[in-house]
């Protein structure tokens, strides 16, 4: 496969109005995708559900992928800022062909970027996004369409609903929110509307923050990546749980009634242990994570004989193996939790439902439940670089994580990559002994930055 140059690890993502996230592109983009759905029929025009998150820039870009889809003839709904999850489920409620998220997730307001679900609500796989890619790229092997062959689109606000009534479903019937306060932190995102609603609706007395999105304050000094404040609200209004969404809503961060943010693996240990308890996985039952995923997640559900399985990082790798596998739980340390039964990708709504499903099955609070689950010391570091080569040609680097991996003597492990969205290299260590762990953390950000920056 020919190396890519538009689509990373979750879609096409860039600073909006510079290469690749401008309007042209996106246009380019919505011809594409029409394109190739349209190869399902002789003179079909695809159905395709066109969501978006509270950026500023997605006024331009839905536009644009919009006008993309008319002009191959295709058939656009557009929704207005709804959460990833909801448009890919909506792509399979509505029987559409394709769905299209504008949404650059947890990144500032000033990027962008497009995820594309398939009819099921799946992401597209690898192969899909390069033959999409080699259409925008070459947009004269694309066949125009003229006169009665063009295309349109219409808003339907209303199928905001359905995915109220959708995400509502994942929490069992038996059970109310009631008595329950809950710090909701919409992160300004797309979830502003529903996240609230949906707490509510099931008896939760909410507490909103992050619900007043002006274009430009998305994920700024709010939700998933900032949790501070919903902590502090937590303590303040003495709540049960704080909910911490990130822009687009497929992640969800949670903190305790403490005001401790939860790790993200202790949480997919809690989550695993209500599954197995509940009957619904069973003894060597496979769990999905990813390479970023601490050890001791690992031992602790090998504790509770169910398998752990590692991807690549990205949700969408997630639910590939689970699909392959059959299995219908798993998760990123970021707060990405995929319940099979219940979502076809991450969604932080019914992540955090679940949880709470957790804490009333047991009758113990999420900081009881998570103290179940012990980690090894583990430093993530997020290194800015300005040089991109493979990391593998990097002599100092490759050196720098040879001695380190000698040093942790199969005790700990290391992952160096790059981001799929930043201009960033992610370093991962961890180990026994939180000493060793920052200082080799520390020397191999070192060694990173002056090779690469």
Known sequence: MNKRVLFGTDGVRGKANIYPMTGEMTFSLGRAVTSYFQKLKKNYRPLIVIGKDTRLSCYMLEQAFSAGVCAQGGRGILTGPLPTPGVAFLVESMRADAGVMISASHNEYWDNGIKIFDN?????????ESELEAMVLNPSIIETKVDAELGSTKR???????????????FAPEKSLEGMRLVVDCAHGASYKVAPMIFSELGAEVLVLGAAPNGININDHAGAMFPEACADKVVRYRADLGICLDGDADRVVLVDHRGNVINGDKVIGVCARFLRDKGELLD???VVGTIMSN?????????????????KVGDRYIIEQML?????FGGEPSGHMLFRNHSTTGDG????????ECILYYGRTLAELAQEVILYPQILKNVTIKNRRPLESVTRVVDARNRAEQELAGKGRIVLRYSGTSSLVRVMVEGEEYDSVFRISNE??????????
Do not use: C, W
Request: proline share 1%; glycine share 8%.
């Open 284 to 286: 060597g039952a496979e």
């Open 444 to 453: 191999l950000e070192q060694v990173i930055t002056e090779e690469l920056t």
């Open 295 to 311: 050890l001791g997640l690992e031992h602790y559900l090998r504790g509770i004989k169910l398998n752990f399985i590692r991807t």
């Open 156 to 170: 339907l606000d209303e199928v905001m609903g359905r995915y109220i009534v959708h995400a509502k479903s994942a």
């Open 324 to 328: 392959t596998s059959g299995a219908i």
């Open 349 to 356: 709504i019914v992540s955090a439902l679940k949880v709470i």
């Open 120 to 128: 099921h609500g799946h992401k597209l796989p690898d192969e899909v």
